[in-house]
């Protein structure tokens, strides 16, 4: 937690510094703190919201009073590096504007190896474990049509349930491919971190999701 505390502690420094140099420059103080408190309500109140911070509600309502939302991790890193960022670090010697830099491109890294490691996790899982238990299930149902059919008893929701396993095996085992090639593609990108910070969250993570889907519907029958 000590990242969280010491950018929260620069941001209330700056801002107790602004409200000293205010307050340190009045003749009449107590007008002066009225004056101050109601042009930070005025010009700050569009982020107080007292229902639910999580709902697709604020969401949108955050959108309308033109407040960031960074969904995603890259994102997120990658704000760290705008001006306004910089320069409050660096007028309160917090952190330089080159160790801000190193940091934000160890926070890439640490992204981009997790993803990495994730997605090849993935493969594994799916080909080593999820595979093969739907081809055994898939061959059982077969024989069980087949020895129903020979009785003459009706087997076709036996039959309906294999169709519905086939197809989504068959999107399954597209999407293994998918993402191999998305972790081959994002893992040769070369010389520039944050692209390819981008590239493992909008190529791995993307097919792992997909490939995620198939598996939880495959899982249902």
Same mark, same amino acid.
């Given at each position: 937690i000590a990242g969280c505390n010491f950018v929260l502690n620069t941001i209330v420094a700056e801002i107790l510094s602004r409200f000293a140099d205010t307050l340190e420059s009045a003749v009449d103080v107590p007008a002066a703190c009225t004056d101050l !408190? *109601?042009?930070? #309500?005025?010009?700050n109140k569009r982020i107080i919201f007292n229902g639910n911070g999580y /709902?697709?509600?604020?969401i949108e309502e955050a959108e309308r009073r033109g407040l960031p939302n960074l969904s995603n991790t890259v994102d997120a890193i990658g704000s760290i590096l705008t001006e306004k960022n910089l320069s409050v670090f660096e007028r309160h010697g !917090? *952190? /330089?504007r080159m160790e801000l830099e190193s940091r934000t491109e160890i926070l890439y890294e640490a992204y981009i190896k997790t993803l990495h490691i994730?997605? *090849?996790t993935a493969l594994d899982? @799916?080909?080593r474990q999820i595979q093969p238990a739907v081809m055994e299930f898939r061959s059982n149902l077969a024989? /069980? #049509? @087949?020895r129903l059919e020979s009785c003459g008893e009706d087997a076709g929701c036996e039959r309906a349930l294999l169709g519905r396993i086939g197809e989504s095996f068959r999107a399954f085992t597209a999407h293994i491919g998918e993402l191999e090639q998305a972790v081959a593609k994002a893992g /040769? #990108?070369?010389g520039d971190i944050p692209l390819q910070a981008a590239a493992y969250r909008d190529r791995v993570f993307a097919a792992m999701g997909v490939l995620r889907a198939d598996a939880d519907a495959l899982e249902t029958m």
């Open positions: !408190v *109601l042009d930070v #309500i005025r010009k /709902s697709p509600e604020w !917090v *952190l /330089s994730e997605g *090849l899982m @799916a080909r024989q /069980s #049509i @087949a /040769s #990108i070369r």
